[in-house]
């Protein structure tokens, strides 16, 4: 559904490809906000802290089970990387024009023997699916911004990837056209679509919906 803005003279591509978020908790000067290297067998708490990368945050819960934390912690062999502990949430969340459409994690290395470690990190909303070492939406045309992921045993990760392209609900900002026609819902002509609500645009042969806001 097109959303028409009259008084903006913008007209962006409706097939924008994806981009890339990067979160590198191996590197954790580089956050926004930073977070100081701890030292060796130190770690920092990331209880109820928020990050953002471009238009993503990620929102860190602790589970409450235990004594244990989010945190970042620097491991003996392998260098500094995000821990998740069994039931700890990390939420992603995007703008309501924006749509999740990959999570990715790079595995920390810590303590892992034979190179990798297993993906403990499950989405616990929304309906997604792992594929090319990614959490997908299972329906491709999913339009999820908000996304709640928890942590199975305990999950290690130096990097976390949010993919997001446009929500196919709502396409880019585009002006009012000259040359095309519009009806409100009862099919009577509108000279032009100045008052809030949604109307019919008729250009070209080709007929959509717009919502004027």
Not at 71 to 88: E, F, K, M, T, V
Not at 104 to 115: K, N
Not at 153 to 159: A, E, G, K, V
Request: charged share 20%.
């Amino acid at each position: 559904m097109k959303r028409i803005f009259p008084a903006l003279l913008l007209c962006c591509s409706l097939n924008a490809a994806a981009e890339d978020y990067i979160f590198d908790f191996h590197q954790p000067e580089t956050l926004v906000p930073a977070v100081a290297e701890p030292q060796q067998k130190g770690f920092v708490e990331l209880d109820g802290r928020t990050f953002t990368s471009g238009p993503v945050q990620l929102s860190f819960a602790n589970s409450g089970y235990g004594n244990t934390h989010v945190r970042i912690y620097h491991s003996y062999d392998a260098g500094i990387d995000l821990r998740l502990y069994d039931g700890d949430a990390m939420q992603v969340t995007v703008p309501e024009n924006l749509a999740v459409k990959a999570i990715q994690f790079t595995m920390s290395l810590s303590g892992a023997s034979s190179g990798s470690n297993d993906i403990n990190f499950i989405p616990d909303t929304g309906e997604f699916i792992w594929e090319d070492e990614k959490w997908i939406p299972a329906d491709g045309d999913s339009d999820v911004s908000s996304v709640e992921l928890v942590s199975a045993l305990q999950s290690r990760i130096y990097t976390v990837t949010v993919s997001v392209e446009p929500n196919a609900g709502i396409d880019e900002l585009v002006a009012v056209r000259p040359d095309a026609r519009y009806f409100n819902l009862l099919g009577r002509p509108v000279a032009k679509p100045v008052v809030a609500g949604i109307y019919l645009e008729v250009c070209g042969g080709a007929t959509r919906k717009v919502v004027v806001k």
